[in-house]
């Protein structure tokens, strides 16, 4: 019985700190992304392109523009970086990439941090190795070279997987990235309804829609497409509609402060796809404006919805840790138009003090309601504030 008794003592711990390991794992994952999270990511404008010289560049510019100082902290490769597996399965970057830890390192020593991309399938959408039966290595290779986040892209895994199978494989790669230990933000691109099942896999973020592209009528369509999705995002787990096209050239600069007025007011990632070392300082201003940033990055974190709609007008509003909300006035008409908020269709009773974000200045108080003339193919962010 002796032998036994040891070997019960003994399975009894193994389960006990497993546990606890397990436990301590997604007491982790719960703290990261608390507020939706701020970077860069390659895609949208270097595609497969991207290389180590070219991250390294992004990582300075993200400091020398002010990026970082307005809070951007990601700097993330997207596809394109994946070279061959070894004989023991393990993934190496490709030549473009040729020391992954090292350029960790530099992203680490300029306070910021680096992500990576991967698909659950044999191939990623640039066709290049996935992570299909190789989680766990894959997960363990990213916590040894440093990475702080993964895209993880279904793409070509609906070759490998069923529909039925959706959440089980994100799970999957969640629980390996839990199993390393490492803090790593998790992002994932599904399909299907995602925002129903995502925070349920484990994922801090997860893509809404296909993919943006740099121009007006797709980014409308994605942006004012979002209603009603509010209630599945909260600290820890967001809506993800895509990455930021400010700065790639195929939008006015007012079009381009739509798109960032209405992603902070849906409470979305802010990871620009613009090339940092090469920015008009209309396009710095438009990103690291601190007090647009604000709204989005605010700790209540609730995401905004709209609460008026009239043809080609909308009124969005995002409500605030200190009791005030964010409010967005969208006119998608080819004609400036005069849009007018009541102050009860926000929840504020009375007088309110208001305050235009982008220009940062404070437009007095109003009782009741408050105007504005919105521009063609543009809109106005406002901060209103009840007012004793």
Known sequence: ???????SITVVITTLMALGLAHAGFAQQSQLALTPPMGWNSWNHFGCKVSDSIIRAEADAMVSSGMKAAGYEYVNID?????????????????????MKALADYVHAKGLKLGIYSSPGFRTCGHNEGSYKHE????ETYARWGI??????????????NPSQYEAVFRKMHEALLSTGRPIVYSIHGRGKVWT????????????????QDNY???????FGQNGLAKFAGPGHWNDPDMLEIGNGGMTAGQYRMHMSLWC???????AGNDLTHMTPETTAILTNPEVIAVDQDPLGVEGHR?????PLEIWMKPLADGSKAVGLFNREQSTIKITVKFSQIGIGGRAAVRDLWARKDLGVFDGSFSADVHQLGGVLIRIKPVD
Not at 198 to 206: C, D, E, K, P
Not at 217 to 223: H, S
């Open 265 to 271: 007011l849906l409470a979305a990632p802010l990871i």
């Open 148 to 161: 702080d986040y993964l895209k993880y892209d279904w793409c070509s895994a609906g070759y490998d997987y």
């Open 217 to 223: 009528n797709r980014m409308i369509a994605i942006g």
């Open 1 to 7: 019985m002796k032998p036994f008794r040891i070997n």
């Open 136 to 139: 766990r290595q894959d997960a």
């Open 197 to 212: 099942w995502g925070q349920s896999v484990g994922a801090n973020l997860w893509r809404t829609t296909a993919d943006i």
């Open 79 to 99: 596809d394109c970086w994946e070279g061959k597996r070894d004989s023991k399965g393990i993934i190496h970057p490709n030549a473009k990439f040729p020391d």
């Open 307 to 311: 609460v008026w709609e009239q043809g």
